[in-house]
C-alpha cells in the first residue's frame, strides 16, 4: 500500500473502532502523545479512547457518516481532512428525534518507526440539525436553551449537556472564518515542517 492508502486507513480505522466498540482498533491509531479537541472531549488519543469507551457504557453513542477524506502527505507527516455527519439518535420530551452534527475531522499523522500513528484529532464545526425520527412528531426546544451555544454546534451541545457532559465554547467553527483560517494555516505549516 502507499502511504495515502495507509494514512487513509488509519483514518478510517479509527472511526470504525469508535463507531463499533472496537477500542483496541481505536488505540492502535493514536500515539500515545496525541492531543484530541472536540465538543465534549480534550486531552490525549488514549484518553479519548477511554473516554469514549466510557460514554458508550452509559448508552451514548453515535455514527459518523463520513465523506471521502483528502490527504496531504509530506515526508513523515499527513494532514487528512474529512467531512462527516455525526448522528445521534436521542428523546426529547417522549419523541425520538435524529441529531447530525456536520462537521470536518482534521487528523494530522507522524510516522514513527515505519509506522503511521494520529498525533492530533481537531474538529471544524459548520452546523447541526435536530428533526423527528418519524414523520409528524413534533420536537420544540426553547430559544432560552440554545441561547448559550454557538451556533455551528448549539444542538449538539444541548444534547451532551443534557446527558452531563462539559462542552468547550471556544471550538473550531465556521462562524469564526478568521479563528479557522488560522487553524488550517497552523496545520498546513507544521505538515511542512
Known amino acids: 500500500m502507499t502511504d495515502i492508502d495507509v ?5 478510517l480505522l479509527e472511526r470504525q473502532g469508535r463507531d463499533r466498540g472496537w477500542w483496541d482498533q481505536m488505540r492502535a491509531c493514536y500515539w500515545p502523545d496525541s492531543i484530541v479537541t ?30 471521502p477524506p483528502t490527504v496531504q502527505i509530506v515526508s513523515d507527516r499527513a494532514f487528512v481532512e474529512t ?14 428525534a435524529d441529531l447530525v452534527s456536520y462537521t470536518r475531522i482534521v487528523h494530522r499523522l507522524e510516522r514513527r518507526d515505519g509506522r503511521w ?9 459548520e452546523r447541526d440539525t435536530l428533526h423527528p425520527a418519524v414523520p ?4 420544540t426546544i426553547p430559544r432560552e436553551d440554545l441561547a448559550s451555544h454557538r451556533a455551528p454546534y448549539a444542538l449538539l451541545a444541548w444534547h451532551l449537556a443534557r446527558r452531563g457532559y462539559d462542552v468547550a465554547t471556544d471550538l473550531l467553527g465556521d462562524d ?16 511542512r515542517g
Open 7 to 11: 494514512v487513509t486507513q488509519t483514518v
Open 38 to 67: 472536540l465538543s465534549w472531549y480534550r486531552g490525549d488519543g488514549p484518553g479519548f479512547v477511554d473516554a469514549s469507551e466510557a460514554m458508550s457504557g452509559r448508552g451514548d453513542a453515535s455514527v459518523h457518516r463520513l465523506s
Open 83 to 96: 467531512p462527516a455527519g455525526i448522528e445521534v439518535r436521542t428523546e426529547v420530551d417522549g419523541v425520538t
Open 117 to 125: 500513528g494520529i498525533v492530533a484529532l481537531d474538529c471544524v464545526y
Open 136 to 139: 409528524g412528531g413534533h420536537i
Open 176 to 191: 469564526q472564518p478568521e479563528r479557522t483560517a488560522a487553524f488550517y494555516t497552523e496545520t498546513l505549516k507544521w505538515l
